[in-house]
């Protein structure tokens, strides 16, 4: 029996096989080695790689939100090394988190690449093979955005191997670009039902080209190709869907979601705490215990959003009431569970900058006796928050159909690509090359918003990342978007009260952008030439 072994100096983790971390399918076992020749056995290793996406994406959100301007811990402490930077060592907590899962997700990929030439040859093998090069693309894009240059593996390993080299972060980016094209010319052109599609090809492709575009081996189009590939997936699409209506529980397959990781409340039956994910754990305080199960979520008041974050919405978006819980019942899930909500009790207002005189705040009171009232500038994260319903809870990830609890229980699916992203991404590649058409872009996600549309005086790389706040808060672009444009340092410094500029200096006079390789996968790699990040050396 063949069994996928790992050397720790490529993937920061013990030696595993593949059962440790594919338990549906089983994959180490002979019987579905075997049965990964004959077509149903195939098709089980590809919807292993989908799989796979919950457990990049699944747990603790750290790496992809935490040390940014629009989040910050309220009472219980986040990992403060990549919270905060001036902790963040190749040993910190998380660090790693994000370099294991993608490695485990490429190395099924390569499994499924291995084995594409040996199974039953179907008219779908095609298709499923452009959607494991675009799931691989995905895992090779996170790692290279997140620590630079890492080893490129592409074959299935079925024997130890403790040596590996680091590929460069263009040798990476390169990559990742050919793949997915490959990718392209393969997947199918339908509609979107949960499988890779043409459509997100080119969205990743937009982002790719996008990122790229930013580092010093950029390619000279790379900007062009970027706003050509977001042309391609917008397809002429609007925006027609209410805010609101988007982040409805149940509405995740709506027709501006590109790609989304699938969850169910059957997949999930056999392990509820930790076959779902935790975004909805997180951006919010604590809004109630054990004896409120059943009527209010749990929240992990690590991750809300800061000041500026909430000084982003301006009277009149549609997206402030859409992703804040502004009213709080008195049983919270009422806002999802009753349709008519005029009856109801308000338990906590959390009252926007456009009404929160004295004045208006007493008349709001007085309409609703016995509410608390969290006046604007009062609910955001800071030392002295120690208190439930502190900082202002985000609704947008709610799930009334949750267990209660901490672990991985939110069985909705998660948004990775959405039409409105799509937009912002044309909006900044076409900021440098066509101005007109990267305002043009960015009005469009600000009139579904209702929001007064800008000109062009006020369009630059800031408003951009502004209007991707007020958009995709949560969605678990952030540190991604900061780090892409050159602007972490300044944004985080800015706006994250725990955070300064001199956080950020590292060793050998490097800023410390890059998250460090974690320090299993230096120690154990018997390759001791494979260098560390310089801020970390």
């Avoid at 191997?161 to 990742?176: G, K, V």
């Avoid at 926007?352 to 007493?362: G, I, R």
């Amino acid at each position: 029996m063949k069994k996928i072994i790992f050397g720790l100096g490529i993937l920061g983790i013990t030696f595993f096989s593949c059962d440790d971390y594919l338990e549906e399918d089983n994959l180490s076992s002979e019987v579905a080695e075997n049965s990964y020749v004959t077509t149903e056995g195939y098709n089980s290793l590809i919807n292993a790689n989908y799989a796979q996406l919950k457990e990049i994406y699944g747990d603790d959100p750290w790496l992809f939100c935490a040390g940014t301007d629009l989040y910050a811990e309220g009472r219980d402490q986040e990992p403060p090394g990549l919270s905060q930077y001036t902790q963040l060592t190749p040993s910190s907590q998380g660090v790693g988190a994000l370099y294991a899962t993608c490695y485990r997700a490429i190395q099924v990929a390569n499994m499924a690449m291995f084995y594409s030439d040996i199974t039953e040859q179907t008219s779908d093998l095609n298709r499923q093979i452009g959607e494991v090069k675009y799931l691989r693309a995905n895992a090779y894009f996170l790692l290279a955005q997140t620590y630079g240059g890492v080893g490129l593996i592409t074959d299935y390993i079925d024997s130890p191997e403790l040596t590996f080299d680091r590929d460069s972060a263009e040798e990476i980016y390169s990559f990742i670009i050919a793949e997915l094209e490959e990718s392209l010319s393969l997947v199918g052109d339908g509609a979107y039902t949960g499988r890779v599609n043409k459509r997100a090809v080119r969205h990743l492709l937009a982002k790719v080209h996008l990122t790229r575009a930013y580092e010093s081996f950029a390619a000279s189009d790379d900007f062009q190709k970027a706003a050509s590939y977001a042309d391609a997936a917008i397809a002429g699409q609007a925006l027609t869907i209410p805010y609101e209506e988007l982040w409805t529980p149940g509405n995740e397959m709506n027709s501006e979601t590109i790609f989304s990781i699938q969850f169910s409340e059957v997949s999930n039956s056999a392990n509820p705490t930790n076959l779902g994910h935790k975004q909805s754990y997180f951006f919010s305080s604590y809004l109630g215990g054990n004896e409120v199960a059943g009527d209010a979520p749990y929240r992990s008041y690590t991750l809300c959003p800061t000041a500026f974050a909430v000084d982003l919405y301006e009277e009149g978006d549609d997206r402030w009431e859409a992703t804040f819980m502004t009213e709080v019942f008195s049983r919270y899930y009422d806002y999802f569970d009753v349709e008519d909500h005029s009856g109801l009790e308000v338990a906590e207002y959390y009252a926007p900058k456009w009404a929160s005189t004295d004045a208006e705040l007493a008349a709001y009171e007085a309409a609703h006796p016995g509410v608390t009232l969290h006046p604007y500038g009062e609910y955001v994260p800071s030392a002295n928050r120690n208190f439930d319903y502190e900082t202002i809870p985000v609704k947008k990830f709610d799930d009334p159909k949750s267990p209660f609890g901490s672990g991985r229980v939110s069985t909705r699916d998660i948004i990775l690509s959405r039409l409105a992203d799509t937009y912002l991404i044309a909006a900044e590649a076409y900021l440098t090359i066509d101005p007109a058409t990267a305002l043009q872009r960015l009005n469009v996600v600000r009139e579904r918003a209702n929001a007064t549309p800008i000109t062009a005086a006020e369009l630059d790389i800031d408003y951009i990342l502004d209007e991707r706040a007020r958009e995709l808060l949560g969605e678990y672009h952030r540190w991604f978007d900061l780090k892409r444009t050159g602007k972490l340092v300044e944004r985080a410094s800015m706006h994250h009260y725990l955070i300064e500029t001199a956080n950020f200096n590292g060793s050998n006079g490097e800023l410390k952008i890059l998250r460090p390789i974690p320090q299993d996968a230096i120690d154990l790699n018997q390759n001791k030439d494979f260098p560390q990040n310089s801020a970390y050396e």
